[in-house]
Nanobody, 124 residues
Framework: VQLQASGGGLVQAGGSLRLSCAVSGRTFRMYAAAWFRRAPGAEREFVAAITWSGGSTYYADSVKGRFTISRDNAKDTVYLQMNSLKSDDTAVYYC??????????????????WGQGTLVTVSS
């Protein structure tokens, strides 16, 4: 299974970016997906998650109301729309998938496959 994250870059505070995560090579039929991030000098943290159907989404309090996770199952792609970006959002963003329908969608340990990360830098 390969996850290819893209869409990161440099943006001014208040701006927007859309991250994409393309999933390929999977043998499982369904999967939940999530985005995590690691800021410089910090631990990895949960950002957002979405179920296979898209019917349920979960967000960290720090991004609620600004970020939106979505997916296009026909394209096997998961998105993270990030608006009103702040300098605190600067981090490497990682996408992850869980074919096992974890009961804890915000926990990193529930995700079996991870992308390589894409860097988001927000300048103030």
């Amino acid at each position: 299974v390969q996850l290819q994250a893209s869409g990161g870059g440099l943006v001014q505070a208040g701006g927007s970016l859309r991250l994409s995560c393309a999933v390929s090579g999977r043998t499982f039929r369904m999967y939940a997906a999530a985005w995590f991030r690691r800021a410089p000098g910090a631990e990895r943290e949960f950002v957002a998650a979405i179920t296979w159907s898209g019917g349920s989404t979960y967000y960290a309090d720090s991004v609620k109301g600004r970020f939106t996770i979505s997916r296009d199952n026909a394209k096997d792609t998961v998105y993270l729309q990030m608006n009103s970006l702040k300098s605190d959002d600067t981090a490497v963003y990682y996408c992850a998938v869980d074919p096992g329908n974890s009961a804890r969608p915000t926990a990193a340990m529930g995700y079996d496959y991870w992308g390589q990360g894409t860097l988001v830098t927000v300048s103030s």
